[in-house]
């Protein structure tokens, strides 16, 4: 395998990792609530579910990329769609807004698909 392949089988998987760990971040937020550990460990739990759910998703494109394509794109625009429907805000700020963490899931779905119509890796 050259080394542009490489680059295209390996880029979307180490994304993929990344964009996830940042969403993780997110979760830590319940931290500073004022409830019983157990309620934080569970609001935790709550709110890392996205993570969670994608970090099974690139477990899933590790072998199949068209898997973590379709996943990333649709949750790219699930968020989006979420945001502009949201009441009370404007459709350019919601757009605008959701390019922060829809637009790495596009681009991540969008290699992941580049690399499965390249390679023809199922």
Known sequence: MDMKNKILLWLPRILAILFTLFLV????????L????WQKIGAFLIHSLPSIILGVVVFLSWKRPLI??????LAGLAYILLLLTSPGLAW???LSWSMTLAGPAL????LFLWQWKKLKKY
Do not use: E, H, R, T
């Not at 971040?25 to 500073?32: K, M």
């Not at 004022?34 to 550990?37: A, G, I």
């Open 25 to 32: 971040l997110f979760s830590f937020d319940v931290f500073d």
């Open 34 to 37: 004022q409830l019983p550990l």
């Open 68 to 73: 973590g394509g379709i996943v990333f794109i």
């Open 92 to 94: 350019y700020l919601a």
């Open 107 to 110: 681009l991540v779905g969008g």
